[in-house]
């Protein structure tokens, strides 16, 4: 008997209790039996379609990859929001937005994108736009985004070139948490003027 085959089978099981027989006998199974109570039913009809899905699937269970374009935007509640404590050591805006994308289901909602926070952060003047002298934009922090615990780090990449990028300490972790609904606000308005 193929796996197929026993999902056929547990499916013709689940439906007989779900119309409220016994399968294995055939028979109506009593008024007062469990699998007569309207919730337990329903439940058991549910499960029947998920199964039938799969089965309709050649056995596979796969979870549907929405494209981006179909994807909801980014969001979180105040009770994700609460879960997240911000690092003690400095980190990247790299890794507070993966952070944050970890509070999601991604193959249904986009993912924060560090272009999104530092997007967001140089609109409310805490960072700036700078030109170096490879002629590329970067961006470092303000007076003010300095004040609020950014600031400049570098270290030496793969091939051997210092390469510099701007670092959150615990409170500048803490205002791009607190603020992540004006953040939402940018990306909904970026996307609309697309």
């Known amino acids: 008997m193929t796996e197929l085959d026993i999902m056929q ?12 027989y016994d399968p294995l006998s055939g028979q109506p199974v009593r008024d007062d ?7 337990i039913s329903r439940c ?3 499960v029947s379609g998920v199964l039938q899905k799969v089965i309709d699937n050649g056995g596979e269970i796969k979870k549907v990859k929405l494209p981006r374009a179909k994807k909801a935007l980014f969001s979180v509640t105040a009770e994700q929001i609460s879960q997240i404590h911000p690092y003690s050591s400095e980190v990247s805006a790299t890794r507070v937005a ?11 909602m986009q993912k924060l994108k560090t272009t ?11 960072l ?28 030496v990449n793969e091939q051997g070139i210092p390469t510099q990028y701007t670092v959150y300490d615990k409170n500048a972790q803490q205002f791009i948490l607190d603020n992540i609904e004006a953040i939402i606000a940018y990306i909904r308005e970026s996307e609309e003027t697309k």
Do not use: C, H
């Not at 499916?11 to 119309?19: G, M, S």
């Not at 993966?98 to 249904?108: F, G, P, Q, V």
């Open 116 to 126: 999104d926070i530092t997007g967001w952060l140089l609109s409310i003047g805490m």
């Open 9 to 20: 089978r547990a499916k013709q099981y689940i439906d007989a209790l779900a119309n409220g």
């Open 33 to 39: 039996d469990v699998v007569n109570q309207v919730r």
């Open 128 to 155: 700036q736009d700078i030109e170096t002298s490879t002629g590329r934009k970067r961006k470092i922090p303000t007076s003010n985004g300095e004040m609020l615990g950014m600031k400049e780090a570098s270290f």
């Open 98 to 108: 993966a952070i944050l994308n970890s509070l999601i289901d991604t193959d249904k």
């Open 44 to 46: 058991l009809f549910y």
